[in-house]
């Protein structure tokens, strides 16, 4: 029986809402690529940017990821109430999908710089379709976790289907792969960002 809990709603938008915070720095990454983009003319120069922020998004929500999931169920209790010891739980399920929205935004933000925002629905309509197979089933198991479970999906899905799509429309693709892999140029970038951040404040 799908679970009609006030309780449970707030312990899930709460774990949602602590995820979305993890990604902001994805969402600026994203936005300056965007921009970047758009006055791009070199397709190349482009898709090499994407794939590098790619890379330093996933290599600062990581990390983001850890520190809640390391933090024990009392935490919550303490910061938020007796009745949100649930979040630690709820959020790990959803942090495999946040991992993974981190990543594929950026190339969302791509095509979005491309004028192909059209990828972008697509992608969006292949994370709702995961959810209307996944989430009442999910829900009537596991409660509040089956919708983070749910949700990691359709997240998953979602950014698994727009790098795929990015994967494809390379004029040569075959060679694109090997810029997943860190390099030390990945650490001097992440490096001098916190550096121009320390140095803003």
């Known amino acids: 029986m799908i679970p009609d809990n006030k309780a449970s709603v707030g312990i899930y938008s709460t774990a949602i809402s602590l995820g979305e915070a993890i990604l902001l720095f994805s969402a600026s990454v994203a936005a300056v ?38 933090l024990p169920p009392d935490f919550y ?27 594929g935004t950026v190339f969302g933000h791509y095509f ?20 209307m197979f996944t989430v009442r089933q999910m829900i009537n198991v596991n409660g509040v976790e089956g919708a983070g479970w749910s949700a990691s999906l359709a997240y998953g899905g979602m950014a698994l289907f727009i790098f795929a799509a990015f994967m494809v429309t390379g004029r040569n693709n075959s060679g694109e792969w090997k810029e997943l892999l860190p390099n030390k140029s990945d650490f001097t970038a992440l490096k001098n960002i916190f550096q121009s951040s320390k140095q803003d404040q």
């Open 112 to 131: 979005s710089g491309s004028g192909k925002h059209y990828m972008n629905f697509f992608s969006g309509l292949f994370g709702l379709s995961i959810t």
């Open 33 to 70: 690529l965007m921009s970047k983009v758009s006055n791009e003319k070199l397709i190349e120069v482009s898709r090499k940017q994407t794939m590098r922020l790619s890379k330093l998004s996933l290599g600062v929500t990581i990390p983001g990821i850890l520190l809640f999931a390391l």
């Open 77 to 103: 209790s303490w910061m938020l109430g007796k009745d949100f010891s649930g979040v630690h739980s709820s959020f790990l399920t959803i942090a495999p999908g946040i991992i993974l929205v981190s990543f």
